[in-house]
């Protein structure tokens, strides 16, 4: 849980930050659509400050991290990546709902701020972390535009103008295989930096294990692989593409969010 001393400096922020949130969820849906795309970067930038906060100021400690902090940053980055799209895509709808998302990940990694790191081991395990929670946010970004794309799917074989969605079908479904590749390639690089450098990462007793976190994030690995295999030489699309990386997403989260969420919340330990 979140320390006695972080009360008035984190609370208040991520309090800050939701209602930032909040308020932009209804006040946007009233505004142009220029003016909703814009009014999203206020919350946007209260939650990446509150981040920068959180994880890289001094403490006694050391930096902390775990479950919700990785949600907090697979969040911002998923609605990072999709207002910075709408740049590009000026008729792509802004899903106001997902700020109700953003305002629950901001006070929940408030209150469980995660253990502390043992950066003494090696000062790239920040890094590696990086990667890691980077590719949560872009195969984030994938499952929803996946979303959309079955929307958009839906209301052509319904024969009517899903106006909500506001991009070709086409469209959606190269975004979402962008971001599938790009995730891919962190994930890759994720997992191969903890095979080959657990040692000098986590130290010598914290290296590389087969633990729940290990096996769930190379199910994953396996899952999206095989969506990209299957996508490349078989033309997968539709239903059965969109339903496979919703599998690899959910492994995905049970990888590292999930089992921290067991080790943190359910079993109360500290690391």
């Known amino acids: 849980m979140i320390l006695a001393s972080d009360f008035s400096v984190t609370l208040w922020l991520s309090l800050l930050t939701a209602t930032a949130y909040a308020l932009t969820a209804l006040i946007g849906p009233r505004l142009s659509v220029g003016r909703g795309h814009r009014l999203m970067w206020g919350p946007l930038t209260l939650h990446g400050l509150g981040l920068v906060f959180a994880l890289f100021a001094p403490q006694p400690e050391g930096m902390r991290f775990g479950f919700a902090p990785a949600l907090s940053v697979t969040t911002w980055l998923m609605l990072t990546f999709y207002v910075l799209e709408q740049h590009w895509f000026p008729q792509l709808r802004t899903r106001w709902t997902m700020t109700g998302l953003g305002a629950a990940v901001v006070?929940?990694?408030?209150?469980?701020?995660?253990?502390?790191?043992?950066?003494?081991?090696?000062?790239?395990?920040?890094?590696?972390?990086?990667?890691?929670?980077?590719?949560?946010?872009?195969?984030?970004?994938?499952?929803?535009?996946?979303?959309?794309?079955?929307?958009?799917?839906?209301?052509?074989?319904?024969?009517?103008?899903?106006?909500?969605?506001?991009?070709?079908?086409?469209?959606?479904?190269?975004?979402?295989?962008?971001?599938?590749?790009?995730?891919?390639?962190?994930?890759?690089?994720?997992?191969?930096?903890?095979?080959?450098?657990?040692?000098?990462?986590?130290?010598?007793?914290?290296?590389?294990?087969?633990?729940?976190?290990?096996?769930?994030?190379?199910?994953?690995?396996?899952?999206?692989?095989?969506?990209?295999?299957?996508?490349?030489?078989?033309?997968?699309?539709?239903?059965?593409?969109?339903?496979v990386l919703y599998a690899g997403a959910g492994l995905l989260l049970l990888g590292y969010a999930g089992s921290r969420f067991v080790v943190e919340v359910v079993l109360g330990r500290v690391a």
């Open 107 to 243: 006070l929940l990694a408030a209150f469980f701020p995660g253990s502390p790191l043992h950066t003494a081991a090696s000062p790239w395990l920040p890094m590696h972390l990086a990667l890691g929670v980077a590719s949560y946010g872009l195969f984030a970004a994938a499952v929803v535009h996946a979303w959309l794309m079955t929307r958009a799917e839906k209301s052509m074989r319904m024969a009517s103008a899903d106006t909500a969605v506001g991009l070709p079908l086409l469209t959606l479904e190269r975004l979402t295989f962008r971001f599938v590749k790009a995730g891919f390639i962190l994930l890759t690089a994720t997992l191969a930096a903890g095979w080959l450098f657990g040692d000098s990462l986590y130290g010598a007793k914290a290296a590389w294990r087969w633990d729940h976190k290990t096996v769930f994030s190379l199910l994953s690995w396996f899952t999206f692989a095989v969506l990209l295999v299957g996508r490349s030489r078989f033309g997968w699309r539709g239903r059965k593409a969109v339903r």
